[in-house]
């Protein structure tokens, strides 16, 4: 069996209420400081709106602390456009000039951190490879659906994190070479085949869009079975590891419950043809005739 | 309080491999990352791992054009380390799964990289970087290692001696981004420092938007010494708008660099007649930028990066995602046009003083990586000499912070009989603001906690709660404050003066200018503030106190780069164009005593194990 990584997060949540309780006095800041932000960010929608060459995005905002925002709504904000500008840009632009509370994840803005995986004009994208100007305005920004929003275009991924564990991402072999020095050999033509599921970024896209997934909490789904298929399928683990992963995949959660409707595929950031990895482990398993559920 | 054996901070290749180690010598390990563990920049890294695997190749070469390639400025002991370890902890990543790219007979393939006098460079296709990180990353799943993931680490637990080689590391204050709750957490044997570059001090960078230099600036503040911050290096190709960075393994399969005339001019005009576009990373940013300077360049900005002949095979072979980078991000189809690029912020070849063990000086205390300077970079590091350092003393500084003796380190840290102390003539007073001495402006600034004048050393625990007392303290002042200034207008003011005055080419008004321009920003940060008033996900406080850090590696880069007057690898003065050996074969170091930066220097350490390298010219 697995043992994965431990996450920490529940542990600390309890005495995360009680650690600070607040001061009416601190209340009433909050509350000055959350209205003060929603002035500015008005003020300065205003100002931007002047300018010619702006675009208009509209971010989803929510945050379960601030009384003003625990209604989810939309802000707008205009942002001066440049060529080359990207909906990472563009965010960034409003959160640094506007309003600094406007809260995403992001790092190496090239497509390979996999966190500013947001809804764009209702399709998941990398907030960083999306260039503005192909885009209609105003730009619709949202959190991923079918994710837990924890604040503004933060979703909780901890259940993603999870599925990706569930199914042994890690090479597992008995066979290494004695020596330390002597490499396992793969062909060329194995490394290509394994080669586009070794992509994922774990952005989680691929989840967000899949239809089962959002039904079926328990669905592996399509980025962990694509993990899957990528150890799988590597020649270097040999055939009883193979059996134990086609095992894995084979659950009732597991393959089966994919009904090849490519969106998973159709939103893949970096072209993981995940369909295609679900449908040719479901062939392996009945040529394996193992047991399916 | 959380309580491990061996804490962690930051989950990049170094990271990983530390906590990896340490797991596999039996010590209770967690990893504590602002990031989750797959989004660390290490998986920006495109090139490969340099590692003498093949015959005809040896770890002695491998260090030889290390060692020139540092210009003379990498300690022997660490860059004879990273050679010898380096071949047998590539293969490890083989044997833990990771998909290299193969040669015909299924052995990985190495390719030619700058300044190397051997294709010595193993990669995975275009994205070695990722495969590293997730490769490690898997093996810390497998083996169950704790990772609290999206805590930030804001304040190292250092016992508070006046003399910082008697100070004791013990714990790490950070908090949850998520929840915004702020834990101590003890190290009962080591706290590992592997929080990466500190790039976004610049403007125009290869680095991520989270590498903002805390590891190194927590070091420093709690009595580290900073090594080298000088050196920074400028990758020569970078997209000119974003600074996206396209593999030096371009050139390395036989990419070609034009000017807008259509001149193949790293021959044509002498810059490197013999390697041409191979010539290292220093050698090739300065002859594009003298290019363009010249009138040379494309659009007075950039030059052009052609690889079309290579051909589509080979490309999508072994270049696949430049494509997609130059497409996504310049609008650039690298099959039919060549690519515009131009230098950008790449790495620091300084950082935290450390051995080849990974030891600092405060005991306890390691750091690994990018962040630290255990000197096998010198003053300009080779392409594919990143990752196996993040490999080779991760994995050492895991092993020997799980309490394994290694042996007494060669290189020594902290003042020795061989040191001598610097002077620099500054236009303001560097270092920390301490105006009107009030506790709050101590916080504000994220100084260290007063001394209570207690004369009884704390229990370990003890310390731990002291740094979180401050931790707290300096949290609460900058949500409760009311106005002010924000993070956002000074980290701009922060990355354009460092970009216009401390980049490739470095002029004494220059950098005295910078100074001035850090320490008005400097000010002006007693007065920040955050203004989102939530606790969950306070991306406005973490960037708060990620500014404070970026002002502190800012102004030891630009005090390094004033003090040495001489041209050396990626530091070039316009006032001294040459090598000065007499008097510069030695490492710069910045302590920070009672928030007042003092310099002073160290020799370099030339003996190797079997023979002493011999400054040469270096010629490519």
Not at chain 2, 373 to 395: D, K, T
Request: with cysteine; hydrophobic share 35%.
């Amino acid at each position: 069996m697995s043992t994965p990584a431990t996450r920490e997060r529940e542990s600390t949540e309890v005495d995360a209420g009680d650690a600070k309780p607040r001061s009416p006095h601190q209340d009433r800041r909050l509350q000055e400081k959350a209205t003060r932000a929603e002035q500015s960010q008005r003020e300065s929608e205003e100002r931007a709106a002047e300018h010619e060459n702006t675009v208009e995005i509209k971010v989803f905002r929510y945050d379960p602390e601030v009384e003003e925002k625990q209604e989810p709504r939309f802000d707008t904000f205009h942002v001066p456009f440049e060529k080359g500008m990207t909906v990472l840009d563009a965010v960034m632009y409003a959160r640094d000039h506007y309003d600094s509370s406007l809260t995403f994840r992001h790092s190496c803005r090239q497509a390979i951190c996999g966190s500013d995986a947001f809804f764009i004009n209702g399709r998941q994208r990398l907030g960083c490879q999306t260039q503005i100007a192909e885009l209609d305005t105003p730009v619709r920004i949202e959190p991923l659906p079918h994710q837990e929003v924890v604040k503004d275009l933060v979703v909780d991924m901890d259940s993603f994190y999870e599925q990706m564990e569930a199914v042994e991402p890690y090479f597992q072999t008995n066979e290494l070479p004695e020596d330390e020095l002597a490499e396992q050999r793969q062909t060329r033509e194995n490394r290509e085949k394994i080669k586009m599921g070794t992509r994922c970024i774990w952005c989680a896209s691929c989840m967000s869009s899949c239809n089962i997934a959002a039904g079926d909490d328990q669905y592996l789904g399509p980025a962990p079975i694509s993990m899957a298929y990528r150890f799988a399928m590597d020649e270097r683990e040999g055939e009883d590891m193979k059996e134990h992963r086609l095992r894995i995949i084979e659950q009732e959660h597991g393959v089966w419950r994919c009904q090849t409707q490519f969106s998973c595929t159709n939103v893949c950031p970096k072209d993981i043809p995940l369909t295609e990895h679900i449908q040719e482990l479901k062939r392996e398993a009945v040529k394996k005739n193992l047991k399916f559920w | 309080m959380h309580e491990h054996d061996v804490l962690v901070v930051g989950a990049g290749g170094a990271g990983l491999r530390a906590a990896i180690a340490a797991h596999e010598e039996g010590a209770d390990v967690a990893i504590v990352t602002k990031l989750h563990p797959v989004r660390s920049h290490t998986g920006a890294a495109e090139g490969g791992i340099n590692a003498a695997l093949r015959e005809g190749d040896s770890w002695e070469d491998h260090a030889y054009d290390t060692m020139k390639g540092s210009d003379y400025l990498g300690d022997a002991p660490a860059i004879e380390t990273l050679c010898k370890d380096s071949p047998e902890e590539t293969i490890q990543l083989e044997n833990w799964g990771m998909p290299f790219s193969r040669e015909d007979d299924g052995r990985v393939s190495q390719r030619p990289f700058g300044g190397l006098s051997f294709p010595r460079t193993t990669y995975a296709g275009a994205e070695t970087g990722h495969h590293l990180l997730h490769t490690l990353y898997q093996q810390v799943v497998k083996r169950g290692i704790a990772v609290y993931d999206e805590w930030y680490v804001t304040r190292l637990a250092v016992s508070e001696d006046p003399d910082p080689e008697k100070r004791e590391c013990h714990g790490i204050v950070a908090f949850d981004v998520q929840t915004g709750e702020v834990a101590g957490f003890r190290a009962r044997n080591g706290v590992v420092l592997a929080t990466g570059g500190p790039g976004q001090v610049f403007d125009h960078t290869t680095n991520a938007v989270s590498c903002t230099g805390d590891g190194p600036a927590m070091a420093y503040r709690a009595g580290v010494p900073m090594e080298d911050m000088e050196f920074i290096q400028f990758h020569p190709t970078t997209l000119p708008s974003t600074g996206v960075l396209i593999s030096e393994g371009v050139r390395g399969e036989g990419g070609i660099l034009y000017n807008e005339k259509g001149e193949r001019f790293m021959f044509e005009h002498g810059y490197a007649s013999n390697s041409g576009e191979l010539a290292s990373r220093d050698v090739v940013a300065r002859a594009e930028l003298t290019e363009v300077n010249e009138g040379r360049g494309v659009d007075d900005e950039y030059v052009h990066l052609d690889m079309r002949h290579l051909g589509e095979e080979r490309i999508i072979d072994r270049l696949e995602n430049i494509l997609h980078l130059a497409g996504d991000f310049e609008g650039v189809d690298g099959l039919v046009e060549p690519m515009p690029v131009k230098p950008g912020q790449h790495y620091a070849m300084g950082g935290i003083e450390t051995d080849e063990n990974g030891e600092t000086l405060v005991s306890g205390l390691y750091a690994v990586g990018e962040c630290a300077c255990v000197s096998v970079h010198g003053s300009n590091r080779l392409g594919g000499n990143a990752l196996p350092e993040l490999i080779v003393f991760g994995a050492r500084a895991g092993r020997h912070a799980a309490g394994t003796d290694l042996g007494e380190a060669i290189i020594r840290t902290g003042r020795t009989e061989d040191t001598e102390i610097g002077e620099v003539d500054t236009p303001v007073a560097p270092g920390a603001i301490h105006a009107g001495d009030t506790d709050d402006d101590a916080v504000a600034d994220g100084g260290e906690p007063r001394a209570d004048g207690a004369s009884v050393v704390p229990e370990p625990d003890e310390v731990v709660e002291r740094a979180l007392t401050a931790e707290n303290r300096r949290i609460d002042h900058l949500m409760e404050k009311d106005e002010g200034i924000q993070q956002a207008e000074l980290r701009e003011k922060l990355q354009k003066t460092m970009t216009r005055n401390v980049n490739v080419f470095r002029t004494e008004e220059g950098l005295k200018q910078a100074l001035r321009d850090i320490r008005e920003v400097r000010e002006q940060y007693q007065d920040v503030y955050v203004d989102d008033p939530s606790r969950t996900f306070n991306t406005d406080l973490q960037q708060t106190i990620e500014m404070r850090n970026l002002i502190d590696t800012a102004e030891a880069i630009t005090l390094g780069a004033l003090a040495r007057d001489e041209f050396r690898g990626a530091h070039w003065r316009q006032e001294y164009q040459e090598r000065r050996d007499e008097k510069w074969l030695k490492h710069t170091l910045l302590s920070w005593n009672d928030g007042t930066p003092e310099l002073w220097f160290k020799p370099v350490i030339l003996e190797g194990e079997d023979k002493t390298y011999e400054p040469k010219i270096r010629s490519y």
